[in-house]
């Protein structure tokens, strides 16, 4: 039929279980809003994996387009903001989750989810970036708001070779942060090396839960992808006044054996990050720094090629934490 295009359906079956095919709609099965994307490239966050599967609660509505991620060219708008023709990323608002995403060759969304893409990013590159590299540099930004600088001493990142850490990883050591990278998979040491990883920290060596109320001082700062047993030792090894960036919760929605002696004896910060309702002008200032410090030789090395038949699989591969770098979805 005129106006079908492929995409990644999510249908749902009995028993709370789903379904996830290539599959054709057509263009006024999409939700409403003021533009209409040909989308190029999308990628692949742990959120995508829980909406390629059953949701995980994410998901109202079935059949179901996930992608929180994506970024094209505008074939038609509304809004006196965009024209045919102009490039546009999207990450966040809940896109992919509560209304029809990235994982298909067109898109309708509203004009204030859009971000222009700035000069010097391609489509590609934004989605190598995607949601994990944009949350990646907010946390950046947050450490340096609150006095993180090189000089400072070290910079640690947990779940480093996922993809919050390892743009989180590239973005620090271009900008001279001494970067330490905590893994669990000892296998990826030169990729992280290579991203200008300086230190190797074992994940096992950050996973014992202590009752001790504080540790050495090890790092100015900090960017969590984990949470859980490790953010609790993390808080305890921060500098005094440095601060540490929370992102995620690959690890456990909790802190386990966290006290409150690192914020009262030693004036540590706990900086909450949030990408998905991250007002305009700072995903506009976001995406500015990414085009800027962001070494896209080091973001081509974090490239997982993928196409819209890959997901299912890789969906459940980022669940069990698997997936290395940054999965680039060609939805064409
Ligand atoms: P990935 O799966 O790519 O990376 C997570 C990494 O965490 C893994 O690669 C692994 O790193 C490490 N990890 C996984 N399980 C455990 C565990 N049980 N204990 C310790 N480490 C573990 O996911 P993303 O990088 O895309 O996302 C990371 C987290 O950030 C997720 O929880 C995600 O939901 C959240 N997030 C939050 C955002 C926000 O707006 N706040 C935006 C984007 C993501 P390694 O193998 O190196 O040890």
Redesign the pocket.
Known sequence: MANDFNALIVEKEGDGKTSAAVGRINENQLPEGEVLVAVEYST????D?LCIGPGGGLVREYPHVPGIDFAGTVETSSDDRYRPGDKVVLT?WRVGENRWGGYAQKARVKADMLVPLPEGLTTRAAMAV???G??AM?AVMALEDHGVTPEKGKVLV?????????VAVAILARLGYQVA?????PE?ADY?TSLGAAEIVA?DT??EVTRKPLESEQWAGAID??????LGRVLKQIHYGGSVA???????AAIEGALITPFILRGVNLL?????M?PYDNRVRAWGRIARDLPMEKLEAMIQPATLADLPGLGRD??K??????VVVDVN
């Open positions: 692949l966050n742990y959120k994996g966040g995607g949601t994990a944009f949350t907010l947990t779940g480093a070779a996922g993809g919050v850490g390892s990278a905590v893994t669990g998979r990826q992280l994940r950050l996973t992808a984990v949470a859980g047993a490790m929370a992102i995620g919760l690959a690890g456990g909450g990050i949030d990408s998905v991250q980022i669940l934490g698997r997936v290395k770098g940054r």
